[in-house]
């Protein structure tokens, strides 16, 4: 069984950075496509970026381009989402996900970590 414990959230002002990582244990994040997804209050959980198993290929929400990146370390089975120019509308819970291909199904969750953006 994969488990997923994400870190880094916190509040932030706006114009300003957070690193979110993803620490696994129990399995290898080698062999699945990685993803980082968030929910606000009152809306639905949203894709924000994908990275390949390879790590050679990402993905990105038209909102966070440019802003977010996405990258994996395989030596530590983390993966991590980097936050730049954070808008107040970043707000939201950000959830890892482990996943067998980039737009396919989630087949681990971690638990979450809240960001706010406010000043």
């Known amino acids: 069984q994969l488990q997923l414990a994400e870190s880094g959230g916190g509040l932030v002002q706006p114009g300003g950075s957070l690193r979110l990582s993803c620490a696994a244990s129990?399995?290898?994040?080698?062999?699945?496509?990685l993803g980082w997804f968030r929910q606000a209050p009152g809306k639905e959980r949203e894709g924000v970026s994908c990275?390949?198993?390879?790590?050679?290929?990402?993905k990105y929400a038209d909102s966070v381009k440019g802003r977010f990146t996405i990258s994996r370390d395989s030596a530590k089975n983390t993966v991590y989402l980097q936050m730049d120019s954070l808008k107040p509308e970043d707000t939201a819970v950000y959830y890892c996900?482990?996943?067998?291909?980039?737009?396919?199904?989630?087949?681990?969750w971690g638990q979450g970590t809240q960001v706010t953006v406010s000043s």
């Open positions: 996900a482990a996943i067998l291909y980039c737009g396919g199904p989630v087949k681990y």
């Open positions: 990275i390949s198993s390879s790590g050679g290929s990402t």
């Open positions: 129990g399995l290898t994040l080698d062999y699945y496509a």
